[in-house]
């Protein structure tokens, strides 16, 4: 029943073309309105990528937790398709919304308060073909942040049958992190890890409340 949790590192080097002029180094800044620190402008080591700001070097950080759950698999994985009830066990996802025009697509919306500050940005998310009962991913598109600059992220939810009455979850969450900014990146691991962690408790406690509900119906 306990929760592992894993990270490690994987260095990629993107295109070095159309390299931003180092002097937009000095444009970047933050905005801080009512509380709240959102991002504007650009910073050192950025290239246009099909009309994205993306970082010239980089890494991808890549953060795994994985339970064992006491509910069919066919349970858990409906619970987890259906995206929009992501936030109830995840609440640093404010929202996730599929988007009615094109149902592979979703706005997430991440909300959380760090470092005495509110922080919010959203973007969409295409979900790409699942591996019914055994894999559910999705994979940011470009250009959607709401941040200044682009910061792509993936995620994926595997699913192993234990027994006709259990299984085993695990959530991957992967994003890509500027090289200029791997220290900091690996100062927040502890905290990417120890919310992935809570989060994935929290889901097992909401399938086995959602159980005691049905039982309690009958």
Same mark, same amino acid.
């Given at each position: 029943?306990a929760v592992t949790v894993?990270?490690r590192?994987?260095r #990629?080097?993107?295109? *070095? %073309?159309?390299q931003v002029?180092s =002097?937009?180094?000095?444009q970047c800044?933050?905005?801080?309105?009512s509380?709240?620190?959102t991002?504007?402008g650009?910073?050192l080591g950025l290239?246009?990528d /099909?009309g994205s700001l %993306?970082?010239?070097m980089?890494q991808?950080l890549e /953060?795994?937790?994985? =339970?064992? +759950? *006491?509910?069919?698999l066919?349970?858990c994985?409906?619970?987890?398709?259906? @995206?929009?009830?992501?936030?109830?066990w995840m609440p640093?996802?404010? !929202? $996730?919304?599929?988007?009615?025009?094109?149902?592979r697509m979703?706005?997430?919306?991440?909300a959380?308060?760090q470092?005495g @500050?509110d922080?919010?940005?959203s973007?969409?998310a295409r979900n790409?073909?699942p +591996?019914?009962?055994?894999?559910?991913?999705?994979v940011?598109? %470009?250009? !959607?942040a709401?941040l200044? &600059?682009e &910061?792509? /992220?993936?995620? *994926? &939810?595997k699913? $192993? @049958?234990? !027994?006709p009455?259990?299984? /085993?979850?695990?959530l991957?969450i992967?994003?890509?992190?500027p090289? $200029?900014? =791997?220290?900091?990146a690996n100062?927040?691991t502890?905290l990417v890890?120890g #919310?992935i962690?809570k989060d994935m408790?929290?889901?097992r406690?909401? $399938?086995a409340?959602q159980?005691t509900?049905?039982?309690?119906?009958?």
């Amino acid at each position: 029943m306990a929760v592992t949790v894993h990270a490690r590192h994987q260095r #990629i080097l993107l295109p *070095q %073309r159309h390299q931003v002029p180092s =002097v937009a180094a000095k444009q970047c800044h933050s905005r801080r309105a009512s509380g709240k620190t959102t991002f504007n402008g650009r910073g050192l080591g950025l290239f246009v990528d /099909n009309g994205s700001l %993306r970082w010239s070097m980089a890494q991808w950080l890549e /953060n795994k937790a994985q =339970v064992d +759950v *006491q509910a069919p698999l066919e349970t858990c994985w409906a619970l987890w398709e259906d @995206r929009e009830r992501i936030p109830i066990w995840m609440p640093w996802i404010k !929202s $996730v919304k599929v988007v009615e025009s094109d149902p592979r697509m979703s706005r997430w919306t991440l909300a959380t308060h760090q470092f005495g @500050r509110d922080w919010e940005f959203s973007w969409l998310a295409r979900n790409l073909p699942p +591996v019914k009962n055994n894999k559910i991913h999705w994979v940011s598109e %470009r250009g !959607s942040a709401s941040l200044g &600059i682009e &910061i792509q /992220n993936r995620g *994926q &939810i595997k699913f $192993v @049958r234990k !027994s006709p009455e259990s299984c /085993n979850i695990t959530l991957i969450i992967s994003y890509e992190v500027p090289d $200029v900014l =791997v220290p900091f990146a690996n100062a927040l691991t502890p905290l990417v890890e120890g #919310i992935i962690q809570k989060d994935m408790e929290r889901f097992r406690e909401y $399938v086995a409340s959602q159980a005691t509900e049905k039982a309690t119906a009958a």
